[in-house]
Structure formats: C-alpha cells, structure tokens
C-alpha cells in the first residue's frame, strides 16, 4: 500500500517521463510537481517507491523510471469514464458519411495512428482481414533508436496477429503492460486492445501498441471517445 503524496510522486513522474523519455530525477520532481518537499525529501520518498518496487533505475547514476508495477496504478487510477472531446471531431467525420465498413476501418487506422502515435491494428477476425498504420509515426520516439528494439517489436506484431484470440474482451477494453502482455517478446511494450461491432453487423478488434512509455492517458480518452461514437452511431 503507498500512501496519497507516494502516488502523487509516481503520477507525476510517470507522466514526466512519457513527455521526456528521460529518467526522472529527485530534483524535477521536486521542482516541479507541487509537493513542496526538498530534494532530499524527495529523494527519500522515491528510494522508498523503488523498494516497493514502482520504480528503477537504469543505471547506477541517473534518475529513476517507471515500472510495471507503477504504470498499472497510473492506468487504473483514470481507466474508466474517459473522453476526449478535442479529438472526437476527426473520429466521428470518418463515420459521418461512410457505410461502408472496409473504408471505416483504413481511415479509423490512419486516423488513430496519427493522433496518437502508436501502431494500429484494426482486423475483423470472421474474415481474416486487417489493416495496421503508424509506423512512420512511432518510429520517431526514442526506443526505435535501438534496432534490436525494433526486431522484437514487429516479432510481437507477428505474434499478436496470429494470435489474437488468446485475449478475451467481452468484458471490455483491456490494457497489457510490460511483461503482463500474453504474448512473447511484449516486455517493452504495452498493448491497448477492444471489440466492438461496425455498421451494426461487423465485429472488429482494435488495437493500439507501442512503448511502455505511451501516453496512456490519451489513449484510452481515445478508445472511450471512439467508443461512445460507435454506440451512439448503432
């Protein structure tokens, strides 16, 4: 159990190291989360989440990172009830005037890739189809650097497509992060995923994928504005 300044901390942190992909030290968060503690008060406090295992270090002298652990408490904490409305405009206009369900999916594919720089994958398992955008956008952040990284990214691409029935979702969107993903080689990365039905008759599953350092909070927002659009639209 961590106490209400300790999940500030970790908040805080988590959303800093999203927007920097740097290791976030005692000092920036000190600076500038609103805590009004020291840096050595801070410090203290963030030895304290790293024994409790919500954060590491990725070597000996820098500042800390996220783990598993602390991104599942940032996720949980905002997982329900969220919506987007500054992004639901470029998702309903891809609805507005198309019956047509194959168009629907290539341009919700382009349209989610863009925004929220992750890889998509839209299929409709009954007809063996599918169709995946974002490439060019999320390799741009800073895990793709390395090309190992992007080997075993596209190995659980691979994976996932061929496997995607091990994940039930009739109880709703789901995310996987790190090492909770049920497929091999999903340790880096986190994966958002639902079904849902197009048009009143197609059952797809979508899924958005990228660096455990994806911007979560904008991504479910996402999902849920997508999803009140398909509802009302049924």
Known sequence: ?????????????????????????????????????????????????????????????????????????????????????????????????????????????????????????????????????GFNDIIKEPEFADKEYIVRFFSFIDRYLSQQEKINLESGPRVFIGEENPYEGGEDLSLICFEDVLNNKEKFRLSLIGPKRMNYRKNMNLINSLLKIIDEKI
């Not at 500038?32 to 954060?55: H, K, P, V, Y």
């Not at 194959?102 to 409709?124: E, G, H, M, Q, R």
Request: glycine content about 2%.
């Open 1 to 133: 159990m961590i106490t209400d300044r300790q999940k500030k901390i970790l908040n805080i942190l988590i959303e800093e190291y999203i927007n920097s992909a740097e290791p976030v030290s005692s000092q920036i968060l000190a600076e500038r989360g609103d805590f009004d503690l020291c840096s050595a008060t801070m410090r203290i406090e963030m030895q304290n989440l790293t024994n409790l295992g919500f954060l590491e270090k990725p070597y000996i002298s820098s500042g800390r990172i996220p783990t598993d652990k602390a991104y599942r408490i940032f996720v949980d904490d905002f997982f329900e009830d969220m919506y987007a409305e500054e992004e639901s405009n470029d998702l309903f206009n891809i609805f507005k005037d198309s019956i047509n369900e194959f168009k629907i999916a290539k341009d919700l594919t382009d349209v989610l890739a863009n925004i929220s720089s992750s890889y998509i994958v839209l299929s409709f398992p009954q007809k063996n189809v599918s169709w995946q955008a």
